[in-house]
């Protein structure tokens, strides 16, 4: 498992939902980690890889709400986007989400300090960059080298006619604050379902400072995801 670049690790027992593609059929599936191995790629390295329970039941996701079916049912992550019309004009909004996501992780308890701000806070930070009228998205998936975004089919022109999108990203309730960022356009295509699909490369030239934090917010994400699973499990156990 991966996510913008960086491996981490999943612990035993953590709880997945898990999902694949084919052709044009979803498929869905409740499991657990259960232990990891070193597998071998068509290239022959080696990468980490997961044991995952075998589940008792898949089930295939209907077009409408190809993510949630009874037995696999999970809320995809809110997106606010605007289209970025001067990408230079993110970098004070970044920094501002930046330092008030810090202090909120640095004050939890549950978690470790994330990286430091590099730059200091501009006056009038908190104010959007320089960008059109704002519009939604669901959060599919992070890779390393970027997202991929599901939009309502009427947003497709603002979508297409935008190299650049400046996005927040909604990680409530582990993160109380949205993570904001810039992407660039890679591809978009409408599915089966005319769901508008599209996938957008992590943008940071504009800002370097901003991409070690994005890095490391994903990466703590998914440890917070597991703390609580764990203290769930445990209390359940007590």
Known sequence: PAAVGRTFKLSTATELVCGMTIGQNRWMFATRVVG???????????TPGLILALP???ERCSRREFFRVPTAQFSLAQVECWPLLDPTSAVAAE???RLIVTEQLNQSSRAQPVAAPETPAVPGS??????????????????????GLLF???NQSAVDRNAFLWVKVNLQPVIGTPVAMTLKRCHTHLDSAHNLYGGFSFEFSFHNAHQRFVVDLFSRYVELIETRQRELRESKAA
């Open 56 to 58: 008792s039941k898949v």
């Open 95 to 97: 920094t501002a989400n």
């Open 126 to 147: 908190l104010e959007l960059p320089q960008v059109g009228p704002k519009f939604h998205a669901k959060l599919l998936n992070v890779s390393g080298g970027g997202i």
């Open 36 to 46: 990891a191995r070193t597998v071998k790629t068509s290239t022959g390295r080696d």
């Open 152 to 154: 309502d089919p009427r």
